[in-house]
């Protein structure tokens, strides 16, 4: 049955609209900040095939609309009326879940007996056991360090909630009560898209309703390619950088060529490093997942700004993702930083996809999400107070005819801040200040978003701070067009005293009352000529705080007198070309030595060896090349001698590899 325009519209904004009440209900009852206020969760519909055919446009999170329920559906065997399926394993879910935090419940909506659709609904726990409070390290180095994992199983039977997998749950969580209060709020979301289900059937009939739900997501698909087909055919390739595998070790790689065919759009990820030890790593099992895929379905929705939010939007999408590699790795690799990686992937499709765009892709975004977190004695008996503080992230990247968004980055989400008197009532900090970065956002014709800064007291002993996925310290946020890179993230401890310490990424920080801590998050990527920016536009970001006097002389070359335009300095200043480069020094010193094409080949020549083998062939061939380079390479550069001798070091140890994978 297809359905007329006029009763799929209709029904197209009734399911977005229960979905959105899902979340609101979800959200009114939840037990912590980072679900009453942050908003890490989201709630939706599938269809038969385990797919989303609706979707919230204005609550939760945004990036999840491709995640598919089938797996988990099909692992627990035959449904029936007030069943719910939990789970949080990225590996037996297939994707549904990305890191075990991420609890996920589905429940079969029935019709006269037969399913007629799934509500699904996930929200982020505040800890679900593992080797630190929050269950999130960077460093760990398998998925068994994280927490406990929860394959696909009934939480609830026939409606009674399985008493022994809610013991289990709470005994594997330093919060299990906050735990059980979100578990329950979104059990309460489900039996409110389970009535309003219900409502809508019985207004327009189970048929109708059914073939909206195919309807919906191929309308959806046809939409989504019509708008692909306004980006010129061709493949296109960039890459990109995460700093480190956990703070310490090497950069990792993200290479993608990108290929566009009438309305089609593939995703090649040959070229990515192999997956590493660290939790770093995007469980995407080789699908146009959601981690890999949403700035494409950014850009259907910006050209597009009506089309539905449902699984239609990945139609025209495909992927190749290497197995073993960091964007599809393989059990039991760690995948609990995995949102750090996915920001990456974003930057690395703004970077592929500005080519085909010129005037609509934007320069790199902060490339940074820090949700800080606060672990503390409970203040009534024991067990501790486990919370995110913050979300921390840097600004958009500028794109032609916009400056980005400063303090805000939507990059993978759309979280909220958390209210700095909510944060102060739930947890032994004092917020001494939050606000933006200045000079943080890159320079250009149109200037990259400022990044955010925050500075908190520690009220009480015994207390740790996390703050993960913290990125963006090495490689600076790159400019495009001739745009400047934004400023690079920085952590302190106790800035300001005679024991300030500047902290780098950070696993667990041990900190006592009266301590201080202060983090910086990058600015986005400018866009165009620096010299080219309104002189009056640079102006009003000095009056608005968003740059000082000093950098828009520097970097502007915009001259000023007691808040006022020197129009002769300016235009002196502007006769030469700006200083600076796309990318930033550091960037540019690493590509000297390690040059796109020659990362293809030697990647090529990892690949080919066993999986086990490749991080300590990889690790040891980098030691050989590094050991040519300064101590603090890429930060500090390197002379040509010292570059040209680098290069020979890795192209022998490529053709040594290659060697021993034909042997």
């Not at 539905?308 to 059990?331: C, D, F, H, K």
């Not at 499709?349 to 503390?376: C, D, F, K, R």
Request: proline share 6%; hydrophobic share 40%.
């Amino acid at each position: 049955m297809k359905l007329d325009p006029v009763t799929l519209e209709i029904l197209g904004n009734k399911v977005t609209a229960l979905t959105e009440e899902m979340c609101l209900t979800l959200q009114r009852t939840g037990r912590t900040l980072y679900v009453k206020e942050t908003a890490d969760f989201a709630c939706a519909l599938a269809g038969l095939d385990g797919r989303f055919f609706a979707y919230p446009r204005g609550i939760g999170v945004s990036g999840f609309v491709g995640l598919d329920c089938k797996t988990t559906i099909d692992a627990v065997g035959a449904l029936e009326p007030g069943d719910v399926i939990l789970t949080n394993d990225p590996y037996r879910s297939r994707g549904l879940a990305t890191h075990l935090p991420d609890l996920q419940v589905i429940e079969p909506y029935f019709h006269d007996g037969k399913i007629v659709a799934y509500g699904w609904a996930f929200l982020h726990a505040s800890d679900v056991g593992g080797k630190v409070p929050s269950s999130i390290s960077p460093t760990n180095s398998d998925i068994f360090q994280e927490g406990l994992q929860i394959p696909p199983l009934k939480l609830m039977r026939a409606g009674t909630m399985n008493a022994d997998v809610a013991l289990l749950f709470q005994a594997n969580s330093r919060t299990p009560d906050a735990n059980m209060g979100d578990l329950r709020a979104m059990l309460a979301a489900l039996a409110a898209g389970r009535r309003r289900v219900a409502q809508t059937i019985a207004q327009h009939g189970a048929a109708a309703w059914l073939a909206a739900q195919q309807d919906l997501v191929a309308y959806a698909g046809r939409r989504a390619a019509a708008v692909l087909r306004q980006v010129p055919n061709g493949t296109y390739r960039f890459s990109d950088y995460l700093d480190d595998e956990a703070g310490q070790g090497l950069p990792v790689r993200l290479a993608l060529a990108v290929t566009l065919d009438d309305g089609a759009i593939h995703l090649d990820f040959t070229g990515t490093d192999p997956q590493v030890a660290a939790a770093i790593n995007i469980p995407s099992h080789g699908q146009p997942h959601a981690w890999l895929t949403l700035r494409i379905l950014s850009l259907v929705c910006t050209l597009d700004k009506s089309v539905p939010l449902n699984a239609g939007l990945l139609r025209p999408i495909s992927v190749t993702a290497p197995e073993g590699s960091l964007v599809n790795p393989t059990a039991p690799a760690a995948v609990g930083v995995r949102h750090a990686a996915a920001v990456r992937v974003n930057d690395t499709l703004n970077g592929v996809l500005g080519q085909a765009l010129t005037q609509t892709m934007p320069a790199a975004s902060g490339g940074t999400i820090i949700p800080v977190v606060v672990a503390e004695p409970a203040r009534h008996g024991g067990g501790q107070n486990v919370q995110v503080i913050e979300p921390m992230v840097g600004g958009t990247g500028a794109r032609w005819g916009r400056d980005g968004a400063d303090g805000r980055d939507s990059s993978i989400s759309n979280l909220a801040n958390n209210p700095v008197e909510t944060v102060e009532a739930e947890t032994g900090v004092e917020i001494e200040h939050y606000g933006l970065r200045p000079d943080s956002g890159g320079a250009g014709q149109w200037r990259g978003g400022c990044g955010q800064e925050i500075r908190f007291r520690i009220l009480h002993d015994d207390t740790l701070v996390l703050a993960r996925g913290m990125e963006r310290l090495k490689f600076r946020p790159w400019g495009a067009h001739g745009g400047r890179p934004g400023r690079s993230a920085q952590l302190l401890l106790n800035p300001g005293t005679p024991h300030a310490r500047e902290l780098g990424k950070i696993d667990t920080l041990s900190v006592v009352a009266g301590d201080v801590i202060a983090l910086f998050t990058p600015g986005g990527g400018g866009w165009g000529s620096p010299h080219d920016r309104d002189p009056q536009a640079v102006l009003l970001d000095i009056a608005r705080g968003l740059i000082t006097a000093d950098s828009a002389r520097r970097d502007y070359g915009v001259a000023t007198v007691d808040g006022t335009l020197d129009a002769d300095a300016t235009a002196k200043l502007r006769a030469t070309a700006p200083a600076g480069s796309e990318r930033g020094p550091e960037r540019d010193a690493w590509d000297a030595v390690f040059a796109p094409d020659v990362l293809d080949r030697f990647n090529a020549a990892l690949y080919a060896l066993p999986a086990a083998t490749r991080a300590r062939r990889r690790s040891r061939a980098y030691a050989e090349v590094l050991a040519l380079l300064p101590d603090d390479f890429p930060r500090r550069g390197a002379d040509a001698d010292a570059i040209a001798a680098a290069r020979t070091q890795l192209n022998a140890a490529i053709d040594m590899l290659s060697e021993t994978s034909t042997a």
